[in-house]
Each structure stands twice: as C-alpha cells, then as structure tokens.
C-alpha cells in the first residue's frame, strides 16, 4: 500500500480516537516500514514472500511492547508499526481474491461488505503473497524502464503482479482498503485493552489538544 493510503487508512479510523500529535507518531512509524532496508532484508514487514508466520509473530511482538510501555511515544511508535504490517496484509496477499470468491466475485459484493477478519480466510492454505526479489523486480522502480518491464517483465508470483497497492491495481484496491481499516481498528481495540486506563488516557493523548 502507498503511503497515502496508510495514512488515509489511519486517519479515518483513528483520527476521532487520538490527539493529533498521537496520531502523527503512529503515521510516522507506520511510514518508516517502507524504508529500503526493510524492503530488501524483512520481506515480513509487508507480508510479502509467503511470510505469513513471521508478520503474525512481528504483530505480537509489537503488541507485547505496547502493553509493556511506561510512556506514550514507545506505544505510538510500536503500534505504527504494526499498523503498517496488518494493513499491508490484505494489499500484498490474495486475501481479497478469497473472499471475493466465496462471495460471488465483484458483482455480488461490494467493498464495504468484505470481511477482512474472517478466521478461515486468515488461515486459508490457499492464502499467499507476492514475492518480491530484488534482482528481477527492481528494474519496475527504474525510470524510462519502468514501464516497459511492468508491461513485458512480470512474473506470476511477483509482487508486481499482486499487489493492491493503489487505485490503479483496478476495483479490488477498494476491498483491501475496507478490510485495511477494519484490521486497523481491530488492533487498536486489542492494543487499548491491554492497557489500564491511565495508560489508555496516555496513548489516546486527547488532554494535549485540549491544551
């Protein structure tokens, strides 16, 4: 998923819930997933690579710092980045592929239907990602050649090939957008209920807009 839409996904869902300086961390965080370094070396962080055991282990790493944190930008910072990996699971696997054909594909179902928590999905064996390979798909970021190879160099099983990323992946950039924001929220109750209520006001930060 671009980054505009990590934020977008943020800021609609959690916008009502946090302070404004809250949720800047938390975009900030989740933004810094897509460094090249983890692109390169943690293909876990965007569930790519068939890494579906490590990114559900890194989600319950980063909750077990939230609930562990005495002070509100570790939390902000650990829940950005879980954020940006539990969003990027419905745009870099074939989750929306499932769904919409348990459901009778496009025509039946609209976006705002899906189902991004549903458990036997999540669990499918039929689930998997893009993979992503630096010497054969990194020419699809080099300009003037760019286009060339996304027309004549994509591989099946690539990244390229299945990513949801943005609108121009086609109408099922939609569904992964609605089942990113239902995940979202979803991780946000489970990181709050793990929190006591003073804790909870210092995630939230709402004091700081009220002065």
Not at 5 to 33: C, D, F, M, W
Not at 172 to 199: G, H, M, N, W
Request: one cysteine or more; charged letters at 20%; glycine letters at 6%.
């Amino acid at each position: 998923m671009l980054a505009q839409y990590h934020a977008a996904v943020l800021t609609e869902t959690l916008g009502p819930l946090l302070s404004a300086r809250a949720l800047k961390a938390i975009i900030s965080a989740n933004l810094r997933q897509d460094s090249l370094r983890h692109q390169i070396n943690a293909p876990h962080i965007h569930f790519d690579n068939c890494a579906f055991a490590e990114g559900r282990a890194y989600i319950e790493q980063q909750h077990a710092l939230i609930a562990a944190a005495s002070d509100a930008p570790a939390m902000w910072a650990a829940f950005g980045r879980l954020s940006h990996v539990a969003q990027d699971f419905y745009s870099h696997s074939n989750y929306v592929d499932l769904w919409l054909d348990a459901h009778g594909g496009p025509a039946h179902a609209r976006p705002d239907g899906i189902n991004g928590l549903d458990p036997g999905l999540l669990a499918s064996p039929a689930l998997r990602s893009g993979y992503f390979v630096l010497w054969r798909d990194l020419i699809h970021y080099i300009p003037l050649l760019n286009r060339f190879a996304k027309k004549h160099l994509v591989a099946p099983d690539s990244h390229e090939a299945m990513n949801l990323d943005d609108p121009g992946r086609g109408p099922r950039f939609d569904y992964s957008i609605a089942a990113a924001k239902q995940r979202t929220v979803a991780e946000y109750r489970r990181a709050i209920d793990s929190l006591d209520p003073r804790r909870v006001n210092l995630f939230q930060d709402k004091r700081h807009d009220n002065g």
